[in-house]
Each structure stands twice: as structure tokens, then as C-alpha cells.
């Protein structure tokens, strides 16, 4: 995903909590702490209320965005940039990429490739927006080429 593409895809906070919410929740909240769904909506601060337990809670508990005071629209540029790099990228120009420190951007990538032992299939969900296959018909390809049960799309992905 380019960075032109995140920004756009995701022009502000809520945008990016909304995207999180459908990848993470499937847009039905769930409390991180008992896993009820007997929530209440917070209108004005994107959080949650859980009538269960009775904690507060945002979906970010529990993932790398988690007690960051960097936007998410960053985090997302980040974790673009992460997968993305195929043969991994120096912590010096990941922060000129995001605009950070040296430091800052150390930490977000260790807390990134962290994530990406753990919760490699959510990482690659948030990520998956702007994945395309390039492919064809097996009439199109070669003989060792063709892909299995007719399979109509395949190839290589794309990022």
C-alpha cells in the first residue's frame, strides 16, 4: 500500500478505529478484558463501555497501537512499509519515511515484527486493502504454470 493510498484510504482517526473495528470485531465490539459483547458505545471518544465487567475499552487494547501517542494513520504507514520491505529497510530511513525519531522508530518496529510473530494474520488484514492478484486463465499460462482446479485467478501478489 503506498502512502498516498493509506492517507487516502484513511484520512483521519476515526476512519482508521472504524477499519480496526471491522478487522479485528467484524463491527460487533468485544470486550478485551472478559470477551463479552454486552457493550455500550462511548459517542464521543470511539471507546467502549462494557456492561459486563464494567471497564472501559477501545479497540486498540492489546495491539501494537496500544498506550501509543503516534497516530494510527502512522501506524498503518508503518506496518505498510514493514510487510512491504521485502529485504527489510534501516531503522534511520523508516524514520524519515514516518517522520519520527531514530529511537521512536526502533521501537515501532520492534513492537511491529513483535506483532507480526504473533498476529501476523491480523498485521496482513490491516494491510490487505490494497492487495491485487495478477493472474490470468490457464489457457494463458504455461503448461507447468496452470493453476490447479481451474482456477481462474493466482500469480503473484502484489503490494
Known amino acids: ?5 493509506i492517507y487516502k484510504q484513511f484520512p483521519d482517526h476515526s476512519s482508521c478505529i472504524r477499519h480496526l473495528e471491522k478487522v479485528r470485531w467484524n463491527n460487533v465490539a468485544q470486550c478485551p478484558y472478559c470477551n463479552s459483547t454486552k457493550t455500550t458505545p ?24 496500544h498506550n501509543s501517542k503516534l497516530d ?10 514493514i510487510l512491504d520491505a521485502k529485504k527489510g529497510i534501516s531503522v534511520r530511513q523508516f524514520a524519515r519515511d514516518i517522520e519520527v525519531t531514530k529511537d521512536t522508530a526502533w521501537l ?17 488484514e490491516i494491510n490487505e486493502t490494497a492487495e491485487a492478484y495478477v493472474g490470468g486463465t490457464n489457457k494463458d499460462h504455461h503448461l507447468d504454470k496452470t493453476l490447479e482446479e481451474g482456477q481462474e485467478r493466482g500469480g503473484e501478489q502484489i503490494h
Open 42 to 65: 462511548v459517542s464521543k471518544e470511539l471507546r467502549y463501555h462494557c456492561n459486563n465487567c464494567n471497564t472501559s475499552f477501545s479497540v486498540t487494547v492489546g495491539t501494537v497501537f
Open 108 to 124: 515501532m518496529m520492534m513492537r511491529i515484527r513483535k506483532a507480526k510473530i504473533v498476529y501476523g494474520a491480523f498485521l496482513e
Open 72 to 81: 494510527i494513520q502512522k501506524w498503518f504507514l508503518a506496518i505498510s512499509i
Open 1 to 5: 500500500m503506498s502512502l498516498v493510498q
